[in-house]
């Protein structure tokens, strides 16, 4: 560490203990500020620098328990370890899919449309990137469409940039639509207690009709650029590239990895009445099911096993999430979040439709600033503290969802998607992303989608 970055660490930790100790001042006792002032130091750290992470939080988490603001027992149990697990099984399965061919196997079977144009392409490109996000998660999705895309850019001698935007924009409005697009979805499911059929009904159209709204501001921003792909595509003809795109076949690899997808995805969908019938507790079978399939896989390929546990799993991110989410839920064990929470319903008079929004847009401009899951993991204790109050309902959580994924395509650095596709581009193509290039687009499907989202909720007795 350079002794630029040293200092600004120093700086960046005394903002954040001197925000502790203005709230000790304001209300909070010792160890509210102390575990407040430590999950600012965590949150800024990942904020400003990104790299080091994990440093901050392995630190904060030894100052919380040194200082005994929480003890070891209610800390790990508050590490979210459940949502780990299934995350590494998920990405164990998601492993083996890249693996078997997959992805490029989908992306060319939807390709396969007769005389392809501009217009249909688009179209193609927002449908499978919010299919694939809603199966899998937005990064896996987005890793392989930027693929396809640069591939087919470069065969029509088109700016891939355009469609790699739409693609993300896609993506992360996609992602909210299950419990399996997004960590946050899985987050929110295990502390709100939401099923994989709650998403299904509740969140999947929201996230629909903002893909409709998404649609309609990507082609009148892209218009040119659609314009001049057509030119190109009567220029060039559709068939060869189309021919190189759907010669991959469906090996046996490929055919029972998509049988192990299939059941895990048909047990994830039912988890609930399967529950019910066993007598189990709440989400035992989504989280179980992936480590079911994770397991079996394993010992299927018994060689591949170790690559799949060690590259395939995102080690990094996931014990990043698992100790902020622990920092998170320490706020709400010494009472912190209670005291934000009360002073939150008194500032909005008691308004649950005042509440609403500022979770709503609160999850939405916040999640263009910092990754999505950072905001998430802030408000998490906030809202239970609002339901332990006995201020609150469900349609908060759908608000933090969909504020959180829907205010991540506002700037480049709004949620992992957009990071990993802009990284591709500047690796592969050498297109260096610059800010307007993605920002009045990502504004105005951020900030449209979002008011559409807010006013469903507001007003639809259904969320009620």
Same mark, same amino acid.
């Given at each position: 560490?350079?002794?630029?970055?040293?200092?600004?660490?120093?700086?960046?930790?005394?903002?954040?203990?001197?925000?502790?100790?203005?709230?000790?001042?304001?209300?909070?006792?010792?160890?509210?500020?102390?575990?407040?002032?430590?999950?600012?130091?965590?949150?800024?750290?990942?904020?400003?620098?990104? $790299?080091?992470?994990?440093?901050?939080?392995?630190?904060?988490?030894?100052?919380?328990?040194?200082?005994?603001?929480?003890?070891?027992?209610?800390?790990?149990?508050?590490?979210?370890?459940?949502?780990?697990?299934?995350?590494?099984?998920?990405?164990?399965?998601?492993?083996?899919?890249? *693996?078997?061919?997959?992805?490029?196997?989908?992306?060319?079977?939807?390709?396969?449309?007769?005389?392809?144009?501009?217009?249909?392409?688009?179209?193609?490109?927002?449908?499978?990137?919010?299919?694939?996000?809603?199966?899998?998660?937005?990064?896996?999705?987005?890793?392989?469409?930027?693929?396809?895309?640069? $591939?087919?850019?470069?065969?029509?001698?088109?700016?891939?940039?355009?469609?790699?935007?739409?693609?993300?924009?896609?993506?992360?409005?996609?992602?909210?639509?299950?419990?399996?697009?997004?960590?946050?979805?899985?987050?929110?499911?295990?502390?709100?207690?939401?099923?994989?059929?709650?998403?299904?009904?509740?969140?999947?159209?929201?996230?629909?009709?903002?893909?409709?709204?998404?649609?309609?501001?990507?082609?009148?921003?892209?218009?040119?650029?659609? $314009?001049?792909?057509?030119?190109?595509?009567?220029?060039?003809?559709?068939?060869?590239?189309?021919?190189?795109?759907?010669?991959?076949?469906?090996?046996?690899?490929?055919?029972?990895?998509?049988?192990?997808?299939?059941?895990?995805?048909?047990?994830?969908?039912?988890?609930?009445?399967? $529950?019910?019938?066993?007598?189990?507790?709440?989400?035992?079978?989504?989280?179980?099911?992936?480590?079911?399939?994770?397991?079996?896989?394993?010992?299927?390929?018994?060689?591949?096993?170790?690559?799949?546990?060690?590259?395939?799993?995102?080690?990094?991110?996931?014990?990043?999430?698992?100790?902020?989410?622990?920092?998170?839920?320490?706020?709400?064990?010494?009472?912190?979040?209670?005291?934000?929470?009360?002073?939150?319903?008194?500032?909005?008079?008691?308004?649950?439709?005042?509440?609403?929004?500022?979770?709503?847009?609160?999850?939405?401009?916040?999640?263009?600033?910092?990754?999505?899951?950072?905001?998430?993991?802030?408000?998490?204790?906030?809202?239970?503290?609002?339901?332990?109050?006995?201020?609150?309902?469900?349609?908060?959580?759908?608000?933090?969802?969909?504020?959180?994924?829907?205010?991540?395509?506002?700037?480049?650095?709004?949620?992992?998607?957009?990071?990993?596709?802009?990284?591709?581009?500047?690796?592969?193509?050498?297109?260096?992303?610059?800010?307007?290039?993605?920002?009045?687009?990502?504004? *105005?499907?951020?900030?449209?989608?979002?008011?559409?989202?807010?006013?469903?909720?507001?007003?639809?007795?259904?969320?009620?």
């Amino acid at each position: 560490m350079s002794k630029k970055v040293a200092l600004k660490s120093v700086f960046l930790v005394l903002i954040s203990l001197t925000c502790g100790f203005l709230s000790y001042l304001h209300g909070l006792n010792s160890h509210q500020a102390l575990a407040f002032g430590i999950f600012l130091v965590s949150v800024m750290g990942a904020l400003f620098f990104w $790299e080091f992470r994990l440093s901050f939080a392995f630190l904060g988490t030894a100052l919380l328990l040194v200082t005994k603001a929480i003890d070891l027992d209610n800390f790990l149990r508050l590490t979210t370890l459940e949502v780990v697990l299934f995350l590494a099984g998920m990405m164990i399965i998601v492993s083996l899919l890249k *693996d078997a061919g997959f992805f490029a196997w989908l992306v060319s079977l939807i390709l396969r449309v007769p005389h392809l144009n501009a217009k249909k392409f688009t179209f193609i490109i927002v449908g499978i990137s919010a299919l694939l996000a809603c199966a899998v998660d937005e990064v896996t999705s987005i890793i392989f469409m930027v693929a396809a895309i640069l $591939e087919i850019c470069d065969y029509y001698e088109v700016s891939p940039l355009p469609f790699v935007i739409i693609s993300v924009l896609a993506t992360n409005i996609g992602s909210a639509a299950t419990v399996l697009g997004n960590p946050i979805g899985i987050l929110i499911a295990t502390k709100a207690g939401l099923n994989f059929e709650d998403f299904l009904i509740k969140a999947l159209p929201l996230a629909f009709v903002s893909l409709v709204v998404a649609v309609g501001i990507i082609f009148f921003w892209f218009r040119k650029d659609i $314009e001049r792909f057509d030119r190109h595509i009567k220029e060039y003809g559709a068939n060869d590239i189309l021919i190189r795109l759907i010669s991959i076949p469906m090996e046996r690899q490929l055919r029972i990895s998509l049988v192990i997808f299939g059941v895990t995805m048909v047990f994830i969908a039912l988890h609930h009445r399967i $529950e019910v019938a066993l007598g189990l507790v709440p989400n035992t079978m989504l989280l179980i099911m992936p480590l079911i399939s994770a397991g079996g896989i394993m010992i299927w390929k018994p060689d591949k096993a170790r690559e799949y546990v060690e590259k395939g799993v995102e080690w990094w991110t996931l014990l990043f999430f698992m100790l902020l989410f622990a920092q998170a839920g320490t706020l709400k064990f010494t009472g912190a979040t209670d005291v934000f929470a009360e002073r939150l319903i008194g500032l909005v008079q008691n308004s649950h439709g005042l509440l609403l929004t500022l979770v709503v847009w609160g999850s939405s401009i916040g999640s263009s600033m910092l990754d999505n899951v950072i905001i998430v993991v802030t408000f998490i204790p906030i809202i239970k503290s609002f339901f332990a109050l006995g201020f609150g309902n469900e349609s908060l959580w759908w608000a933090l969802l969909l504020g959180g994924c829907l205010g991540g395509n506002i700037t480049m650095i709004g949620s992992t998607a957009n990071i990993v596709a802009i990284g591709i581009l500047e690796k592969e193509e050498r297109i260096r992303v610059r800010f307007k290039d993605w920002f009045g687009v990502g504004l *105005d499907v951020g900030l449209s989608t979002t008011v559409v989202v807010w006013l469903l909720l507001m007003f639809l007795p259904f969320y009620k």
